[in-house]
């Protein structure tokens, strides 16, 4: 498909357990971030990669939470020790240009998410 | 720092009913783009209108229009005749022209038509 996927949907943990959770972009994007959104709650900007760089994780919520994008397209969120409080839906966008490329705004693209739900 | 403010949250509507959410923002970049999101049930974010800040001209697409008054920091969205499918959660955001476009939404307004 072209657009953005996510993987799983839907994953169960125990709390202590580590997740990974993987977000495909739409191909040759360049921008991705990821948000998380709690239950009732709108979505909060965890981290931003401009291709393989991450340029800003100012979002994530403790040193538990670990991102990557080795290659520049898949990204990989990581929770270490997750705890009932990780329960979330992680949402995953990409947008094809870096930010004030073209002079406008680059719009992001949404993947359907990832809920996470911590026993 | 940005913020989005959206009072209500749950508004139920009956079918053909016109329905307003409110959005508040604050910002202090000059330069700032503003957006309604809707939320089906499926989880997925589907983007429906843009505004940036240097263009307060209201606009009607289809059954949404949207009242962006820079005065009182204020971006209303109206869905006029609403329908069944309408139904999800609806969240204003707010982006700086700054940075990397990273997105502040509201908590989003849960709307309910009723057919």
């Known amino acids: 498909g072209a657009g953005v996927s996510q993987s799983p949907r839907y994953k169960v943990a125990k709390r202590g357990q580590d997740v990974a959770l993987r977000c495909d972009p739409i191909?040759?994007?360049?921008?991705l971030f990821w948000y998380q959104q709690a239950l009732g709650q709108g979505p909060e900007f965890l981290t931003y990669?401009?291709?393989?760089?991450?340029?800003?994780k100012s979002g994530l919520p403790s040193d538990r939470f670990f991102a990557e994008r080795p290659e520049g397209s898949v990204s990989t969120l990581k929770i270490q020790r997750t705890q009932q409080e990780d329960s979330a839906v992680y949402l995953c966008?990409?947008?094809?240009?870096?930010?004030?490329?073209?002079?406008?705004?680059?719009?992001?693209?949404f993947g359907p998410g990832t809920r996470l739900t911590v026993l | 720092a940005q913020k989005v403010t959206q009072a209500q949250t749950e508004i139920s509507v009956v079918e053909k009913e016109d329905v307003t959410l409110d959005c508040v923002y604050e910002?202090?970049?000059?330069?700032?783009?503003l957006f309604w999101y809707k939320q089906p049930p499926s989880g997925e974010l589907v983007f429906l209108i843009r505004?940036?800040?240097?263009?307060?001209q209201n606009e009607i697409s289809g059954r949404y229009s949207w009242n962006f008054q820079k005065s009182t920091s204020s971006f209303n969205f109206t869905i006029t005749a609403s329908q069944v499918v309408d139904s999800a959660v609806y969240f204003c955001a707010l982006s700086g022209d700054y940075g990397n476009n990273r997105l502040a939404f509201g908590k989003g307004n849960q709307v309910v038509v009723i057919p």
């Open positions: 966008a990409s947008s094809l240009l870096p930010p004030g490329t073209s002079g406008s705004y680059n719009e992001q693209f």
């Open positions: 990669f401009q291709n393989e760089a991450q340029l800003d």
């Open positions: 910002t202090r970049d000059t330069t700032y783009y």
């Open positions: 191909s040759g994007h360049v921008s």
């Open positions: 505004r940036n800040s240097f263009d307060e």
